[in-house]
């Protein structure tokens, strides 16, 4: 029996990738206020849910072994704060929510700048939503995710997007293409709040202007223009980052860039075969790597 016969439904947590990232002031708050190009890649993790007697919550994955257990760690889980976050509002419907048993397919390196944590904690609630037939809508989905994090709601969303304020003012681009990709991870952590606290400058200018109904043709100038205000506070605390872009470079990738706060970096192709081929040489040359061709996911309504 496979783990999906085991459920009765599954959701896709993407990964989550910051083709650019502007960092343009910090609120009162210690919230910082960012402009940053997303998109969503074809491969991730995956969240498995069944009605069960007690609430449980499993991990199996390349990377599961990284999930910390236990009743402190689980306090702090996106998962199990999403499972919450859903519980308060079928409560708030007057609607009843069945215990469920929640198993988690970690197949993303946590704490990775791919927003592996927000997509699942997105997914939880997306997949709760639906096994309790609350029939809550995307915005009211995406609204509750903010209080778990500001990458949950474009995470709940899982398309191309432009996202803006602290990651809440959300604009889809339905007109934005799909993208051949290597994803390259050192496996070497970087600490989120200590990439933005080395953060010399936070007053930095927005994204340029990007027309959102641009064609095809028009995206890699326009995401090559922008740039990730994180990269070098980052390469400062894992030089490793270095030696990813330098990799990505040497395998002719048409732009090599980090993604959110590090340390996964990524390496744009002109077609699948040669991502292929790039991630097969970079896994070759550099085994202790996570390396992961991918094509995303365009901007069409699926």
């Known amino acids: 029996m496979t783990t999906a016969d085991a459920f009765d439904l599954a959701e896709d947590a993407p990964a989550k990738i910051n083709l650019a990232l502007h960092v343009t002031g910090r609120r009162p708050d210690g919230y910082h206020l960012i402009d940053t190009l997303v998109t969503f890649a074809d491969k991730g993790d ?54 469920v048993h929640i198993h988690l397919e970690k197949n993303l390196p946590p704490a990775s700048g791919i927003g592996g944590g927000s997509a699942d904690a997105a997914a939880t609630l997306r997949g709760l939503n639906r096994l309790w037939q609350l029939d809550l809508t995307h915005e009211r989905l995406a609204q509750a995710a903010l209080a778990l994090g500001a990458d949950c709601p474009m995470c709940v969303t899982s398309r191309p997007l432009l996202a803006r304020g602290i990651g809440e003012d959300l604009t889809t681009l339905a007109h934005f293409p799909a993208l051949n990709m290597v994803l ?66 040497k395998t002719g990738t048409k732009l090599a860039r980090m993604s959110g706060s590090g340390a996964t970096c990524f390496g744009l192709y002109e077609d699948g075969a040669a991502a292929a081929e790039a991630a097969e040489r970079l896994a070759h040359a550099f085994p202790d790597w996570f390396v992961m061709a991918t094509r995303t996911g365009s901007g069409e309504q699926p």
Not at 61 to 87: K, Y
Not at 184 to 193: A, D, G, K
């Open 184 to 249: 390259v991870n050192p496996l070497s952590p970087v600490s989120t709040p200590a990439v933005f606290a080395a953060l010399t400058h936070r007053e930095n200018a927005p994204l340029p202007a990007i027309p959102t109904a641009a064609g095809a043709e028009r995206w890699p100038a326009l995401i090559a223009a922008g740039r990730n205000d994180l990269e070098v506070p980052a390469l400062a605390l894992l030089p490793e980052i270095g030696a990813v872009l330098q990799a990505l470079e």
């Open 46 to 99: 995956k969240l498995f849910f069944t009605r069960a007697d007690n609430d449980r919550f499993t991990v199996s994955g390349r990377f599961g072994e990284r999930i910390p257990s236990g009743p402190a760690a689980e306090a702090e889980n996106l998962v199990i704060r999403a499972r919450s976050c859903m519980q308060d509002l079928a409560a708030a419907e007057g609607r009843t929510a069945a215990a």
